[in-house]
């Protein structure tokens, strides 16, 4: 029951004080980034490869189907 009333008072206090306060939100985004694991740049560099090696095959893969449908298509429908 206490975890209860004490989000209820933070949502409160946040509803009489409900302006924007940019130089607080700075300082929480500051602290935020400052908690993300940023990934080398060798792991950067081959995880962004794979995902386009990835991507190519995927389009060519869709192509390749596409081609085929079509091809099936003119054979039923001349």
Request: zero cysteines.
């Amino acid at each position: 029951m206490a975890k209860k009333e004490t989000l209820e008072k933070d949502t409160s206090d946040k509803k009489e004080g409900s302006s924007f306060q940019v130089k607080e939100f700075v300082n929480e985004s500051k602290e935020e980034l400052a908690k993300v694991v940023w990934p080398s740049r060798q792991q950067l560099l081959s995880e962004s490869a794979a995902v386009m090696l990835m991507v190519t095959l995927v389009a060519t893969l869709i192509y390749l189907i596409d081609k085929f449908f079509a091809w099936g298509a003119g054979k039923v429908f001349p």
